[in-house]
Nanobody, 115 residues
Framework: QVQLVESGGGLVQPGGSLRLSCAAS????????MGWYRQAPGKERELVAT???????NYADSVKGRFTISRPYAQNTVYLQMNNLKPEDTAAYYC?????????WGTGTLVTVSA
């Protein structure tokens, strides 16, 4: 069983930066992938970024070049560095861990981008 706790959300102005953290209570070393998803009000949850166990990262087109996902070696933490934030990045951000077809979710952290 894996429990995920997100932190780092908040209010930021357009063009600003935030770093989200996802702390896992259990070992994530055997997870096939870790990732971040987001859900804006009135919209479906969408994938933001994932990182495979061997380190390959994938990003949604809307965040490429602005967001970076990382999973430091020997740490049970996954980060999402978000730069040049835009109002359309406003959403609840959820950490995800996947082992085969089993998904684990955090409870989310809210990011608001507004002047």
């Amino acid at each position: 069983q894996v429990q995920l706790v997100e932190s780092g959300g908040g209010l930021v102005q357009p063009g600003g930066s935030l770093r989200l953290s996802c702390a896992a209570s259990g070992s994530i070393f055997n997870m096939d992938a870790m990732g971040w998803y987001r859900q804006a009000p009135g919209k479906e949850r969408e994938l933001v970024a994932t990182i495979r166990s061997y380190g390959i990262a994938n990003y949604a087109d809307s965040v490429k070049g602005r967001f970076t996902i990382s999973r430091p070696y020997a740490q049970n933490t996954v980060y999402l560095q978000m730069n040049n934030l835009k109002p359309e990045d406003t959403a609840a951000y959820y950490c995800n861990a996947r082992y085969t077809n089993v998904h684990y979710w955090g409870t989310g952290t809210l990011v608001t981008v507004s002047a």
